[in-house]
């Protein structure tokens, strides 16, 4: 039988989609358009939902390990009894720098955001007092509980996609058929830029570190965690569907160019396409849904940096515990947005890289040696070793082919 947290009920899958929708849905989404405008529209749309599907089933892998474990056992734990202590220690080199670097992400984000949203007002905030504003807040929510997040994170989401429709609804509107299909270039080839895109989807659809929250938020129940996992995830997918739709059918292909050299942060994104849609009351709102967007996944990735850095460090559930970890989840990169504060498509894509380990390579590793010593008496991903070997194979291709770009061997749109 299930076990359920403390508490006599369980909470509803509705509270754990939204955590899963909030961190994926973030600011993430803002640097697809600028990395995908080499591969356009059709292009992009296949690599976002290859990307979702491998994703989501690496997340289902996690899971599957992790109901064999106690509650509360984050990678930490797993990938040591599990892989050894190599690999643990790559796993735990690799979920450090992602997590950190997309909460430094975020900050950077935030700044910007909040920069240029204050600036509509006649208020001159300097982008590193905002991110360093911002990652405060967002702190002590974390501290408080994963309670606390779920409940922000669900008015936080609400209030994204309620602006989402109400921005996006204007965007889809003004959509124009000659520009989504680039009829300006005729002789446009695309298909050589799709493998730069993969890192980037995979940054975009990261919510791995979320699973062992969610065991500790549910306790072990397989079904609800999983619809969770689906739920939020296929929410993500329909919205950064629509979102290149609505960025890829109002700004042309070659205006896209200029916005990546000036580093692609949220706040060039959202002038370019201001500057195209000529709507004040369009641009107010997609200022706001940015807002959102950054909040949401700002709460829900510090949220698996600060349950993994809990179980790593062995800090406990108290205050002054909790106070602890916060410490070391928020200070790090806050220092890095304070110094370095418009870093956000660069840390993107070295998210990318790193998550290729630990959401892809070590999830399928995780769920062959689980089944090997545990059976997986709880939950067993479906399709056998053939889903095992396509989630190493995509979590290997990600990575060769942010190594490729590295080296400015691969195609890129300029």
């Known amino acids: 039988m299930a076990t359920v947290p403390a508490s006599s009920v369980s909470p509803s899958v509705f509270g754990g989609a939204m955590i899963i929708g909030g961190t994926i849905i973030g600011a993430g989404m803002f640097s697809l358009p600028v990395v995908m405008s080499g591969a356009w529209f059709f292009w992009s749309v296949v690599a976002l939902v290859f990307t979702w599907f491998c994703m989501l089933h690496s997340g289902l892998m996690i899971l599957e390990a992790n109901l064999n474990y106690r509650v509360g056992s984050s990678f930490d ?81 609400g209030a994204k996609i309620l602006t989402f429709f109400m921005t996006f609804g204007g965007l889809l509107w003004n959509v124009k058929p000659a520009v989504l299909l680039n009829v300006a270039q005729p002789d446009a080839s695309y298909l050589p830029y799709v493998l730069f895109t993969l890192p980037f989807c995979l940054a975009s659809f990261g919510f791995h570190g979320n699973v ?76 706001v849904f940015s807002n959102f967007a950054v909040a949401s996944s700002f709460l829900g990735v510090t949220l698996g940096l600060f349950d ?73 991903v479906w399709g056998g070793e053939a889903m095992i070997w396509l989630i190493l194979s995509f979590g290997v291709l990600n990575a060769v082919v942010h190594i490729l770009s590295g080296f400015n061997l691969l195609p890129v749109y300029r």
């Open 77 to 157: 734990t797993i990938t040591r009894d599990l892989l050894g202590n190599g690999w643990n220690i790559i796993n735990g080199i690799t979920i450090a720098f992602v997590l950190y670097i997309l909460t430094y992400a975020y900050i950077s984000a935030s700044g910007s955001i909040l920069g240029h949203t204050f600036a509509q007002m006649g208020i001159n905030l300097p982008g590193r007092m905002g991110g360093f504003l911002f990652a405060l807040v967002v702190a002590f929510i974390v501290w408080l509980s994963t309670k606390a997040v779920s409940r922000m994170t669900t008015i936080v989401l």
């Open 212 to 287: 062992p929250s969610l065991m500790k938020y549910y306790g072990k129940d397989p079904g609800k965690i999983r619809r969770c996992l689906t739920i939020g995830t296929l929410m993500a997918l329909v919205l950064y569907i629509i979102w290149m739709l609505g960025t890829m059918g109002n700004i042309p292909r070659p205006d896209f160019i200029p916005i990546a050299e000036k580093g692609g942060n949220i706040d060039v994104l959202v002038q370019a396409l201001s500057g195209v849609l000529h709507s004040r009351g369009l641009e107010l709102l997609l200022i």
């Open 308 to 380: 993994y850095l809990a179980d790593l460090f062995k800090f406990d559930d108290s205050k002054s515990g909790r106070l602890k970890t916060a410490g070391v989840t928020f200070i790090p990169p806050m220092l890095g947005g304070l110094i370095y504060p418009d870093g956000f498509i660069y840390a993107i894509g070295f998210a990318g890289l790193a998550a290729t380990v630990w959401a892809a390579i070590v999830p399928a590793l995780l769920a062959r040696e689980s089944r090997k010593r545990f059976g997986s008496p709880q939950f067993r």
